[in-house]
């Protein structure tokens, strides 16, 4: 039972590349989440999905996009990376509102 | 006004101490509270989840709500070593979490 799985790990980019943080969880959860997370300032919603096709902005979208085709997975994609965007990047699910949220593992991103 | 505000420690305490964390927050509409631990370089994991006021005890960990003040704590009892991490409070609102700047805590043995 994996649960939320997030790959890459680690990852090194330069400023202007793009690149897509992948999450798949195999728990048949509707509800999916993508945080990242800085020293000191907690956890940031960047954007979440209720279900497959249906995604909304969380508190710091800008920058990121997200699409959610199927139930398992919600890609995350950065498409100009900014040294801003140095982070750690946390995917998360729930079946349902109100549930408990499972965390994956995490991807260190650092912007050079 | 954040929704969650968290005490940032960090906190060093003896083994065996009694550890209280504390979260107050904003928006007084229908929600969920939760405690998650985080261990360095690692996911946060799910420790306490309530959504009425009064204590929720599992184990050494009693999580508190007060709604009237709009505060969370967590209680740890008997703390170990393998206690240390940083600990978050958050709340659920609808369809968003939000999430405290977490406490981090050392447990000295």
């Known amino acids: 039972n994996a649960g939320v799985t997030q790959t890459p790990k680690f990852r090194i980019l330069k400023i202007g590349q793009s690149m897509t943080l992948q999450c798949t969880q195999d728990?048949?959860?509707?509800?999916m989440y993508w945080y990242r997370q800085d020293p000191g300032m907690g956890l940031k919603l960047i954007y979440y999905?209720?279900?497959?096709?249906?995604?909304d902005k969380g508190e710091v979208p800008n920058g990121y996009n997200v699409s959610r085709s199927t139930t398992e997975d919600f890609p995350l994609r950065l498409e100009l990376a900014a040294p801003s965007q140095t982070s750690v990047y946390f995917c998360?699910?729930?079946?349902?509102?109100?549930?408990?949220?499972?965390f994956g593992a995490g991807t260190r991103l650092s912007v050079l | 006004q954040k929704e969650v505000e968290q005490d940032p420690g960090p906190l060093s305490v003896p083994e065996g101490a009694i550890v209280s964390l504390n979260c107050t927050y904003s928006?007084?509409?229908?929600?969920?509270f939760m405690w998650y631990r985080q261990y360095s370089r690692k996911g946060p994991e799910l420790l306490m989840y309530?959504?009425?006021?009064g204590n929720k005890e599992d184990g050494r960990f009693t999580a508190q709500v007060d709604k009237s003040s709009k505060y969370i704590s967590l209680f740890i009892r008997d703390s170990q070593p393998s206690d240390s991490a940083t600990y978050l409070c958050?709340?659920?609102?609808?369809?968003?979490?939000?999430f405290g700047t977490g406490t981090s805590l050392t447990v000295i043995p």
């Open positions: 998360a699910s729930i079946l349902a509102g109100g549930g408990i949220q499972y």
């Open positions: 728990m048949n959860h509707n509800y």
């Open positions: 999905s209720v279900g497959a096709g249906i995604t």
């Open positions: 928006n007084s509409a229908f929600q969920y």
């Open positions: 309530t959504y009425s006021s």
């Open positions: 958050g709340k659920n609102t609808g369809n968003q979490f939000y």
